[in-house]
Every structure is written in structure tokens, then in C-alpha cells.
């Protein structure tokens, strides 16, 4: 976890459970926040439910969207979910703006994690915008294999993760099934070579 400013120690903290949605797109901004534990997702969709996950927030992190809607007073261009139980510190926009003119600490956190994240969201957009997609499909499977080598993932959750369709995604699957790169079970993907690197033409 990244060393959080003194003030937020005082802050208000919520617990909320698995599957609550955080903000909804169009929503107004009214609270700053800061991720104890848990992971939230944030995603946009498209009008034909095509969904695309932006970023993750883990502990210790901030949201970008969130920090950017309160800087410029602005509505969510997205929406945000939690994948587990969270704990959060919550700051409501007043004393977010107070902190933000009388604590440098507190100003040095929220600009600096705010630069970071921001960062991190470019280079999603930029892999998405410039790679191809059996590229990303490749890191993904790398990235997420457990010990045993399994990806436990629906291909709908595989398309959504890399900025795709879930027919691109099944069908690119089975292109390196065929090449013995990867085993196809029920709910999860077995990853069998080392390097998936040159398993698909780019």
C-alpha cells in the first residue's frame, strides 16, 4: 500500500460488499476516496453492452476519474464496481477542496498519485489503439496464470479486459489451442507453453 497523508487516518471509513456499484456514469461527484482493501473495477460500456475495463483500483490507490471529476467539477464519464468486500477512507468534496488548499501532504498524495494513475490509464489506451489483439490476448493469459498455470476467466471477461469482442477473443483462443499453446477446459484456460509470444500472427 502506498503511504497514505496523516489526514486520512481521521477520515471516515465504509465497508461495502462484493458487486456494489461506486459510481454510475452521468453521476455527480461528491466524495473523494481512498482504497484500503479490496479491487475495484471501473469500466465503460458502449450503447450494445460491449464492455471495457479501464483500470483496477487496489489498496492504497486512488481513482483518476474520480480525482478528475472533483478538480474540474465534472460528472462521471464511467462506471465502477467492487470485485470484493472494500474498505474505504472517504473525504466529501468540501473538505477534499480544504485539504487540497491547506495541506501540502495531503496535496503532494492526491497530484502525484493522480500523475501515476493517469500514466498507467495512457498506457492502457495506447496498447489497446496500437497493438494488436492477439498481442494483448497473450500478455493477458501470461499475466494472469496462477501457479498452475490456469487462467480462470469467460471469454466475455477476456474481451472486456483487453478493449474487444468476445467472438475475437474465442476465436483467437482457439487459434493458439490449436497450436498447443493452451488447453480450453470449462471456466479457465490451461496457459501450456512458456512463451505465447510468437503463437499468434500479428
Request: proline residues 3%.
Amino acid at each position: 500500500m502506498n503511504r497514505l497523508p496523516a489526514v486520512l487516518a481521521s477520515a471516515r471509513q465504509q465497508t461495502l460488499p462484493a458487486g456494489q456499484t461506486i459510481f454510475s456514469l452521468g453521476q455527480p461527484c461528491n466524495s473523494y476516496v481512498v482504497l484500503m482493501s479490496g479491487s475495484v473495477r471501473v469500466f465503460t460500456s458502449s450503447e450494445n453492452g460491449k464492455e471495457l475495463v479501464l483500470y483496477r483500483i487496489q489498496p492504497g490507490e486512488i481513482c483518476v476519474l474520480t480525482t478528475s471529476c472533483l478538480l474540474g467539477n465534472k460528472h462521471y464519464p464511467a462506471e465502477a464496481i467492487t470485485e470484493s468486500e472494500i474498505r474505504i477512507c472517504m473525504l466529501s468534496k468540501a473538505e477534499f477542496n480544504n485539504l487540497i488548499a491547506t495541506d501540502s501532504e495531503f496535496r503532494d498524495f492526491v497530484f502525484q498519485s493522480f500523475s501515476q494513475r493517469l500514466a498507467d490509464l495512457i498506457t492502457q489506451l495506447e496498447q489497446i489503439a496500437l497493438e494488436s489483439v492477439p498481442w494483448r490476448l497473450q500478455q493477458y493469459l501470461l499475466k494472469h496464470a496462477d501457479n498452475d498455470n490456469l487462467v480462470h476467466a469467460t471469454h466475455q471477461t477476456i474481451a472486456a479486459e483487453i478493449g474487444t469482442a468476445r467472438e475475437v477473443v474465442s476465436r483467437h483462443l482457439k487459434t493458439l489451442e490449436r497450436q498447443q499453446k493452451i488447453r480450453l477446459g470449462r471456466g479457465s484456460i490451461e496457459v501450456v507453453a512458456s512463451e505465447l509470444k510468437d503463437a499468434c500472427p500479428v
